[in-house]
């Protein structure tokens, strides 16, 4: 899901050879020096999957840019603004694979009106025409209606693998043409959408004489579904690894599913509690068993409603965590030797409650979890000293996203700015590629990480700085920053103007809430004509020229056409 | 309870100004009832501060008991972030949790409110757009459809009736109207100091009669109806309606408890 942990699974490597004229018939031709150069070329390529490699080959001359655009079978597309379906189509004409994303992060978190756009219909109805043999789609926070989720399970008869992230526009009428029509389907995974509830029992929709699933993940489904018919669908689903359950699954059910597919190496759990239906007295079922039988689990999540007495049930396997105490964090750190990724949300994402995890469980992680590579924590306090500790311990960290969720909140023991933790974090931490900021920070923060953040390529910064050198520190420092989100912090136009030299290098810079000025935004628009400078009203504002966010990113088309009112692109 | 002062009841002072109203009702303009209720929309907490001067000033803690906290989940609205409230202010989009965790975590048993809290939860009905309102040293919550009103003012006002028992002591026959929207129920009561009530889901009291009969009655056929549609057992299910009493003895009776999942 994310780029900076790479794990995007290798895509198939096309292994159709293309025909050379047979030396042994009549007819023979040799074929000219540049067609065997380009057979070659085209048959070594097939090998070459990274898409930063592949854009570097396009560069050598024009015969390796067409070997190169016949041969790429997997289409990243990190900003659907940023090139046209029908550009896309025209120079890459097999595509089997497509990586498609839209809104930028903040709007997860409403920052953004409704209806801003990034629509997946211009896409899919090029694509249903251009590539017969695609295969996989994987959209992250696009607006995908129902009906083109049935041209794509029209369009695509080979057609394997639907992710879709943090999507919204679709409903369980869209799952249940995916599910009946699309025969090869391996994975269906639905990770924090919005799906909303037409009353269809998608789940009954799958083929009935068995599956090729190997992935099916449903948590964010509100709705209830037919427990009876997952059940049989997962007993027809012999290649079943991974299965998130929703909500709505009781630990009886999740028991019964367990019995029924031990190779599972995914499992996200539902509820993890007990439905009141179950009537008194019945005898409880043996969750020990049915997790232990479960050998190859390396991945359990979900747990929303735990009962504490079915926990020892799972000790032995975790990887990722949701919302635990520091003493829970140090139980951790004392065992998971191993851990990669762990992620700390909070149970009450409020400012100012009282939150179980502090310093204390940061700490504790990284003198026990050294191998640690990305760690999203949410806590209420946080010291210079804990963050110090992580940057020596964890020498590998890849993603270092610390959320202090007091804003301004200093360092709660010495009451000095979060400056030298974060500082910390990007001096020692040499393969750090995306970094998130909290806290009480001033324009030190930001000349630590343009002085030390020579990879970070994404940054989140809130509530942060004094003044524009801040930003200007990160402009001029970081080069290879392609996202930057920036929120409700007193960077202003001198700011925006130092990063005049870079902004054509990066996906995107969203600034909302800061001190920009139309006249500042539009300058920008006026130095740069391939980039569009987008800035968003809050829909109650009256006055035409005040607006609350920036958006500006490159693109090659110009500025879209399918704009709202409260978007206008300078 | 609210003091007992015996005061004249005045209509509250509303100084608008003072009411900083910061919410959109949910549904947007033109969006139907039943889209609001299907889809989860862009779910938000936020502090809704209306700040009701009653009667009288010399109020000693009167602010408190006053204020009415309003957050409401489920809005589609955007709001701007708010600049002039410390501390207890919510800002749109922090911290940065997405909305389908929030609700995740908040489906949590016992998580909902803590004490002295004030909390609004919305109840998807059919055309209406529920939401349960407390008040601080209040004996029992309220539910107020918002599509009742139209303007913040009107709000405002309903709300300050709703509560204004509380603030200014006994309430005689003319507030108890007021409360009640059945007119069976006053008749049972006119000349009782009692009131039903029933607990929710979440441990909260509830006075009886805001929720139209109807509305309730077509609630639970609904269900009945979604679950045979479905040919399946959903999950969601609901415990028998308990045997309504009026016990002359106790200050408060329970009418019925439901339990949804």
């Not at chain 1, 099916?216 to 997962?234: G, M, Q, S, T, Y």
Request: a negative charge.
């Amino acid at each position: 899901m994310s780029e900076d942990r790479n794990e995007m699974p290798e895509p198939e490597v096309d292994t159709r050879r293309r025909e050379i004229p047979s030396i042994l018939t009549s007819e023979f031709q040799s074929p000219s020096p540049d067609q065997v150069l380009e057979n070659v070329l085209e048959n070594v390529l097939l090998f070459l999957t990274s898409r930063r490699d592949r854009n570097a080959v396009s560069l050598v001359c024009k015969s390796w840019y067409r070997a190169e655009a016949l041969t790429r079978s997997e289409l990243f597309i990190g900003n659907c603004y940023a090139v046209s379906p029908l550009r896309a189509i025209q120079r890459f004409r097999r595509v089997r694979s497509l990586v498609l994303k839209g809104k930028p992060r903040f709007a997860d978190f409403n920052l953004m009106p409704p209806n801003w756009g990034a629509y997946f219909t211009p896409w899919v109805t090029a694509m249903a025409t251009a590539y017969p043999w695609l295969e996989k789609v994987y959209l992250k926070r696009m607006f995908v209606s129902d009906g083109d989720l049935e041209l794509l399970a029209q369009s695509f008869p080979a057609f394997k693998e639907l992710v879709l992230v943090c999507c919204e526009g679709f409903g369980t009428n869209g799952l249940a043409v995916i599910a009946s029509k699309c025969r090869q389907l391996r994975v269906l995974d639905l990770i924090e959408d919005e799906v909303s509830d037409d009353e269809v029992d998608w789940i009954s929709c799958f083929p009935e004489n068995g599956t090729n699933l190997e992935s099916l993940i449903f948590d964010c489904i509100e709705w209830p579904i037919n427990f009876e018919a997952l059940e049989r669908l997962v007993a027809r689903s012999p290649s079943l690894r991974k299965l998130r359950l929703n909500r709505h699954v009781s630990i009886e059910q999740l028991y019964r599913l367990m019995i029924r597919a031990p190779q599972l190496t995914h499992l996200g759990s539902g509820s993890f509690s007990s439905s009141d239906i179950v009537a008194q007295g019945d005898q409880e079922p043996d969750y020990v068993s049915a997790f232990a039988a479960c050998k190859s689990l390396v991945c359990l999540s979900g747990f929303r409603e735990i009962v504490p007495d079915y926990l020892p049930a799972i000790y032995p396997i975790f990887w990722v965590l949701d919302s635990v105490c520091d003493e829970g964090l140090q139980a951790v750190a004392a065992t998971c030797k191993d851990l990669r990724e762990l992620r700390v949300f909070p149970i009450d994402a409020r400012e100012d409650s009282e939150g179980p995890v502090s310093e204390v469980g940061l700490q504790a992680i990284s003198e026990g979890c050294r191998k640690l590579e990305s760690i999203l924590y949410f806590c209420q306090r946080m010291t210079n000293a804990a963050v110090i500790a992580m940057s020596k311990n964890c020498p590998d960290l890849v993603v270092f996203r610390l959320c202090i969720m007091g804003r301004h909140q200093p360092d709660h023991v010495t009451g000095e700015p979060m400056d030298e933790g974060f500082g910390a974090i990007v001096m020692n931490c040499k393969k750090l590629t995306r970094l998130a900021i909290s806290g009480l920070l001033t324009d030190k923060a930001f000349s630590y990480i343009g002085k030390y953040g020579k990879l970070v390529r994404t940054l989140s910064v809130a509530f942060a700085g004094d003044s524009d050198t801040g930003l200007k520190y990160v402009l001029e420092g970081c080069l290879k920053l392609q996202k930057l989100e920036i929120r409700d912090s007193p960077f202003g136009d001198v700011a925006l103007r130092s990063g005049l030299h870079h902004y054509y290098n990066m996906r995107f810079l969203w600034m909302s809430s800061c001190r920009l000025s139309r006249q500042g935004c539009e300058e920008i628009a006026r130095a740069m004509p391939r980039l569009m400078v987008e800035v968003i009203r809050n829909e109650n504002e009256q006055a035409k020229d005040s607006f609350e966010i920036l958006y500006l990113y490159r693109s090659l088309e110009g500025p879209r056409n399918d704009a709202p009112e409260f978007v206008t692109i300078l | 309870m609210g003091s007992m002062h015996g005061e004249e009841r005045e209509k509250p002072d509303l100084n608008l100004e003072a009411t900083e109203l910061r919410l959109g009702l949910p549904g947007g303009g033109g969006g139907g009832g039943s889209e609001v209720v299907k889809k989860r929309g862009f779910s938000e907490t936020v502090d809704l501060k209306l700040n009701l001067l009653s009667g009288k000033e010399g109020g000693h803690g009167h602010d408190h008991g006053d204020q009415n906290k309003v957050k409401e989940k489920n809005s589609n609205a955007r709001l701007p972030s708010c600049n002039n409230d410390p501390a207890k202010t919510q800002v749109v989009g922090w911290p940065p949790v997405r909305s389908f965790r929030k609700n995740m975590l908040a489906g949590q048993k016992g998580t909902s409110s803590g004490a002295g809290e004030e909390m609004v939860e919305k109840t998807t009905s059919f055309n209406a757009a529920f939401v349960k309102v407390s008040m601080d040293g209040a004996p029992y919550l309220r539910k107020v459809d918002l599509k009742m009103y139209s303007t913040y003012r009107d709000l405002s006002n309903a709300l300050a009736n709703l509560f204004s028992s509380f603030t200014i002591g006994n309430c005689g026959s003319q507030g108890m109207k007021d409360f009640m929207n059945e007119s069976k129920l006053m008749d049972i009561l006119s000349g009782f100091d009692y009131v039903s009530t029933y607990e929710d889901k979440d441990g909260d009291w509830m006075l009886v009669g805001d929720v139209p009969w109807d509305d309730v009655c077509g609630f639970m056929q609904a269900l009945a109806h979604y679950e045979r549609k479905r040919g399946y057992r959903t999950g969601l299910h609901l415990e028998p309606w308990k045997n309504a009493r009026i016990d002359a003895e106790a200050e408060t009776t329970t009418a019925c408890s439901f339990d949804l999942h």
